[in-house]
């Protein structure tokens, strides 16, 4: 008989894809932006010699194509880690906090002034 099939799990994006989703959403995102910071700008002083369509134009391409690029290295950025992300929040939760309380900073500080002193003294 055959080995019974594996369930058929869905796959998570690769970097190449989560760069794509980024920057499809900075586009759209600055696209919305630019719309209404652009239709802003032209009731508050005009669309200028070009005229309302280009000038709205400019504003919502140059901020799409911004918000685009920045989205798109941010999804990179946050997908490029060495851990499965169920693993590294496994290891953030296992993990003792960075953060110490006043109390234990002044303590540390007070054995490192300590070893100092002794050292100082020792030589």
């Known amino acids: 008989m055959p080995p019974?099939?594996?369930a058929n799990r869905a796959q998570e994006p690769s970097t190449w894809q989560k760069r794509i989703m980024g920057a499809?959403?900075?586009g759209g995102v600055g696209l919305t932006i630019g719309f209404i910071f652009g239709s802003y700008s032209i009731l508050r002083s005009g669309a200028g010699p070009r005229g309302f369509l280009a000038t709205l134009s400019q504003y919502m391409l140059s901020s799409a194509a911004t918000f685009s690029f920045f989205l798109a290295i941010g999804?990179?950025?946050r997908n490029d880690a060495l851990l499965?992300?169920?693993m590294e929040a496994a290891r953030l939760q296992?993990?003792?906090p960075l953060v110490r309380s006043?109390?234990?900073g002044?303590?540390?500080v007070r054995a490192r002034w300590d070893a100092e002193r002794?050292?100082?003294t020792a030589a």
Request: no cysteine.
């Open 24 to 26: 499809m959403m900075g």
């Open 102 to 104: 006043k109390a234990e």
């Open 94 to 96: 296992l993990l003792p």
């Open 4 to 6: 019974m099939p594996v």
């Open 75 to 77: 999804s990179v950025i």
């Open 84 to 86: 499965p992300p169920h």
């Open 118 to 120: 002794a050292r100082r």
């Open 106 to 108: 002044a303590m540390l």
